[in-house]
C-alpha cells in the first residue's frame, strides 16, 4: 500500500503548486524566497481569505484575477516607517551626500518601496542638503496597491509623532511638520516631493537593470529571499551603479555570503551602506 503523506508534506506540496501557478499566470515568482517565511504568510492568506486548503486558493488564483492583489498584500511586507534606522539615514547625510554632491545630476533607486516611508524620507533629506534638484528617484515595488500608496503620500496622523522623532534624531535640519499636512483623516505629504520621483513596478526576481544609479537603497527586502535569489538581486544592484555608487542595505542584511561581495567595500560598515567598487 503507497503511504499518504502526512498533512502536513501534503500542505507543503501544494503550496510549491501555487507558487508556480503564481509564476506562470502572473509572473511574480515567489518560488525561492525562504520557504518558512512563505508558509507562514500563505497559511494567513488561505485562513483570512476563507479557503479550507491552498488547492482551493489556486484555483481562485488561477481563474478569478481578483484574487491576486488579494494575495500579493499577504506575500510582500508593508512595514516601514520614515527615517527607519535614523542612525543609517544620519550616515548618509554625513557620509555619503558630501560624495553625491560632485555629481552634476543623480539618480536614486528606493527598491521595495512599500508604501512610500523610506522614498519621502530620502527626498526630504536631499532637499535639506540642496540635492533634490538635480535628483531622479526611482521607486519600485511588485505590489501595485503598495505603488499606489506610495504615490498617494498620506499616512495616519497617529504615526506622525515616530517620524517626527526619527528625523530629528537622523540629522534633520527643519521640522518634519513642513512637509506635510492634515488632510482625508490622515497626513498628507507635500506634492512637490514626488515632482521627481518616477514610480513603478519592478521585481529584483525576474527584471533587469533599467539606469545606472548613483545610490540604491533597498532595507529589509532580501531578508525574505533565499541564497540564490539573494545573489540575484544583489547582482542585480552591482550592475545597476555607477562607479563608485552605494548601495544601503537593512540592519539584518549582508553582503558577506554573497558571491557579489568582493565588488563592493564597506563604506559606513555599522550601517550596512557599501560602495561599488571600480569596474
Not at 514610480?199 to 529589509?220: K, P, Y
Request: hydrophobic share 40%.
Amino acid at each position: 500500500m503507497t503511504e499518504i503523506g502526512t498533512p502536513e508534506k501534503v500542505d507543503d506540496i501544494e503550496i510549491r503548486l501555487l507558487l508556480e501557478a503564481l509564476f506562470l499566470k502572473y509572473h511574480y515568482d515567489f518560488r525561492n524566497y525562504a520557504m518558512a517565511s512563505v508558509k507562514r504568510r500563505l497559511k494567513q492568506a488561505r485562513e483570512q481569505l476563507g479557503f479550507a486548503t491552498f488547492s482551493a486558493l489556486q484555483e481562485s488564483l488561477l481563474h478569478e484575477p481578483a484574487m491576486l492583489p488579494k494575495l500579493l498584500r499577504y506575500l510582500t511586507v508593508q512595514v516601514s516607517e520614515m527615517f527607519r534606522n535614523p542612525s543609517y539615514f544620519r550616515a548618509i547625510r554625513e557620509k555619503v551626500v558630501p560624495h553625491l554632491k560632485t555629481y552634476p545630476t543623480l539618480k536614486v533607486w528606493v527598491a521595495g518601496c512599500s508604501g512610500g516611508e523610506e522614498l519621502y524620507s530620502l527626498v526630504i533629506l536631499f532637499r535639506e542638503e540642496g540635492l533634490e534638484e538635480r535628483t531622479i528617484f526611482y521607486a519600485t515595488d511588485i505590489n501595485q496597491e503598495a505603488l499606489q500608496a506610495a504615490e498617494a503620500g498620506i499616512y495616519p496622523l497617529d504615526r506622525l509623532q515616530l517620524f517626527t522623532e526619527n528625523h530629528r534624531k537622523a540629522g534633520g535640519k527643519t521640522s518634519l511638520s513642513e512637509y506635510y499636512q492634515a488632510a482625508y483623516g490622515g497626513a498628507s505629504f507635500d506634492k512637490g516631493l514626488r515632482r521627481n520621483v518616477v514610480f513603478s513596478d519592478h521585481s529584483l526576481v525576474t527584471d533587469a537593470v533599467f539606469g545606472e544609479m548613483q545610490l540604491i537603497s533597498c532595507r529589509n527586502v532580501m531578508i525574505y529571499f533565499d541564497r540564490g535569489l539573494q545573489d540575484r538581486a544583489l547582482g542585480l544592484f552591482k550592475d545597476s551603479l555607477a562607479r563608485k555608487g552605494f548601495l544601503g542595505l537593512g540592519a539584518k542584511e549582508s553582503l558577506r555570503f554573497s558571491k557579489h561581495a568582493g565588488e563592493f567595500a564597506d563604506f559606513v560598515r555599522e550601517e550596512k551602506i557599501y560602495q561599488r567598487q571600480d569596474r
